[in-house]
């Protein structure tokens, strides 16, 4: 087995928050196992450290398994989208599917389509997929899937949870309310009981609303544990 690599300047990490496979994965939507698969395929990764005892994520290989996430969602192929990795990255060696200029291309509306490059204003490459024949619906931007982190991933976009950031300067990049310096976890435990819950509402000023948005991060995060 090789050695384990710190592959990125300790320094340059701590600005862009580090990630244990399991808080990556709750981020993106999924098990730290499956994030663990995802950089076995090479679809992601790990890029702060490799190897034993665990990967360690950073802010943006977490913003790249939410666009893996997304893409399964749409219906892609762990395949399709190695594919579309391979044919970029030697270009753009870090974090292609945020840097390149990668899109979707459909035939029509419910069409799963391929994942493209744009090459000028108005050309498109196919680099992966089952698309064939004329593009009729230009490729999508990827920023849906990208900005999801900043509003607290996966998680809370589904859970439609208006309170939740994830902000690489502040906490470590830990889930956090928004606008506060207050640890999604934290808020968690401290909620777990009414006197805990009255604490945080009367004493420190948290609105329930945002204890309710940590709560259910918090759960939904177990969950996929």
């Known amino acids: 087995m090789p050695p384990a690599v710190l592959k990125t300047p300790v320094d340059d990490v701590l600005t862009l928050g580090v990630y244990l496979p399991r808080r990556?994965?709750?981020?993106?939507?999924?098990?730290?196992?499956?994030?663990?698969?995802?950089?076995?395929?090479?679809l992601v990764t790990p890029s702060a450290y490799e190897g034993r005892p665990a990967n360690l994520y950073t802010y943006f290989d977490v913003a790249e398994a939410i666009v893996v996430r997304w893409l399964l969602h749409e219906g892609f192929e762990h395949r399709a989208i190695r594919e579309a990795l391979d044919a970029v990255r030697g270009e753009f060696p870090r974090w292609p599917l945020l840097n390149a200029p990668l899109g979707i291309a459909r035939q029509s509306v419910g069409d799963k389509g391929a994942l493209v490059r744009r090459e000028g204003r108005d050309v498109y490459v196919e680099v992966s997929?089952?698309?064939?024949?004329?593009?009729?619906?230009?490729?999508?931007?990827?920023?849906?899937?990208?900005?999801?982190?900043?509003?607290?991933?996966?998680?809370?976009?589904?859970?439609?949870?208006?309170?939740?950031?994830?902000?690489?300067?502040?906490?470590?990049?830990q889930p956090s309310l928004k606008g506060r310096r207050w640890a999604v976890d934290h808020v968690s435990r401290l909620a777990d009981d009414d006197e805990?819950?009255?604490?945080?509402?009367?004493?420190?000023?948290?609105?329930?609303?945002?204890?309710?948005?940590?709560?259910?991060?918090?759960?939904?995060?177990?969950?996929?544990?």
């Open 129 to 173: 997929g089952s698309a064939t024949g004329q593009v009729v619906i230009k490729p999508q931007l990827l920023d849906q899937a990208r900005d999801m982190l900043r509003h607290g991933g996966w998680i809370a976009s589904a859970l439609h949870l208006q309170h939740i950031e994830v902000d690489p300067l502040k906490l470590g990049g």
């Open 24 to 42: 990556a994965g709750a981020l993106a939507g999924v098990s730290g196992r499956t994030v663990g698969q995802w950089a076995r395929r090479g």
């Open 196 to 225: 805990g819950r009255a604490i945080l509402v009367g004493d420190y000023g948290l609105a329930d609303e945002e204890v309710d948005d940590a709560v259910a991060w918090s759960d939904a995060a177990e969950a996929l544990a």
